[in-house]
């Protein structure tokens, strides 16, 4: 399968899924006006590649400045895919990257980790 | 008009308010609105994330306009816009008292949805932290109910956001419509 690249807009974070190194990125700002639409081909790439994935170990970072609350319910959907995958035996970490002084991205963190049992999601703060 | 826009800025400075608009509300001039204001509050050196707190109940706000205002900029205005045959209408404004941020948000809804969106918001103003949060997290696991456009967590989002809870009122229009109002404290 080939790799995922979506460029940033003011609106859209950049989303890099890289299916050779196992690393997928998503960066920057979401706040789209239709949420469904622009996160359609995210899901159908991260369905495939967990379909397609052995036993080689995944890395997620997500690294949000802004994001809407229908991108929170978005990111719920994906981590939900993600645990479900690792309930079944794949080796996921997410790393939810927050800046200091930013409280909300970080207690956004803290509430997904309790929400996921078999997935490794760690909460790291960015270097300032 | 002419002569009254002094006196009408002065009212709104009285008021605390800093920024405000009234008129059609699209995504892009969400993004500019919100990216003026960030730079406003960094140039105050607020911190940032009240500065971002605040950014987030704009945009919660707007794209509420957006998708739920019943005041609409008909189709034949605007023709070849981009996957948008129409603009909703909507007010915000916001302001700063009390050492606190403050953003006011209104649009034209359906008389119908009144009832609704009365017993949403009196249940969240009723809520402590906690519960709020419990009740996002909640409500974000169940997904949203026919009516809404998004995930129906922005009310939630907000009201867990805010300093104090969120503020309200409804204005009968006409018949058919009436104007709500809401007040967010960061």
């Known amino acids: 399968m080939e790799n995922l690249k979506i460029r940033a807009t003011k609106y859209t974070p950049e989303i890099i899924f890289d299916c050779e190194n196992d690393q997928l990125e998503i960066r920057g700002e979401s706040y789209p006006e239709n949420i469904a639409e622009f996160y359609a081909p995210v899901f159908e790439w991260i369905e495939k590649y967990l379909e397609e994935l052995d036993d080689r170990e995944v890395t997620v970072n997500m690294e949000l400045i802004y994001f809407n609350s229908s991108s929170s319910k978005i990111f719920l959907d994906f981590f939900e895919l993600l645990d479900f995958a690792a309930e079944n035996g ?38 300032s | ?34 990216a003026t204001l960030k730079l406003k509050m960094e140039l105050e050196e ?18 509420n306009v957006i998708h739920y205002s019943a005041e609409k900029c008909p189709k034949e205005i605007l023709p070849g816009s981009e996957k948008q045959d129409e603009l909703s209408i909507g007010i915000i404004a916001v302001g700063y008292e009390g050492e606190h941020y403050f953003v006011l948000c209104g649009n034209r809804i359906h008389k ?58 409804f204005r009968e229009i006409d018949e058919k419509f009436s104007f709500f109002s809401t007040k967010t404290v960061i």
């Not at chain 1, 200091?100 to 490794?120: K, P, R, W």
């Not at chain 2, 605390?16 to 509300?25: E, K, N, Q, R």
């Not at chain 2, 607020?46 to 794209?63: K, T, Y």
């Not at chain 2, 974000?140 to 009201?159: E, H, N, Q, V, Y």
Request: proline content about 2%.
């Open chain 2, 112 to 169: 119908e949805d009144v009832e609704r969106l009365t017993e949403r918001l009196t249940r969240l103003q009723k809520m402590d932290k906690e519960e709020l949060k419990k009740f996002y997290k909640e409500q974000r696991k169940k997904g949203p109910d026919d009516k809404s456009k998004g995930a129906g967590l922005g009310f939630i989002d907000m009201a867990k956001k805010a300093s104090q809870p969120i503020e309200f009122d």
């Open chain 2, 1 to 34: 008009m002419l002569q009254n826009l002094y006196d009408f800025k002065n009212d709104l400075n009285r008021r605390g308010i800093f920024f405000c608009f009234s008129g059609p509300v699209s995504q892009d001039l969400l993004v500019e609105i919100g």
């Open chain 2, 46 to 63: 607020a911190h940032n994330s009240v500065a971002l707190r605040v950014f987030s109940m704009v945009v919660e706000q707007a794209q």
């Open chain 1, 90 to 127: 794949k080796k996921i970490t997410v790393n939810w990257i927050y800046e200091a002084d930013d409280d909300d991205t970080l207690e956004f963190g803290v509430e997904f980790q309790e929400d996921f049992e078999s997935l490794n999601f760690s909460l790291v703060q960015k270097d």
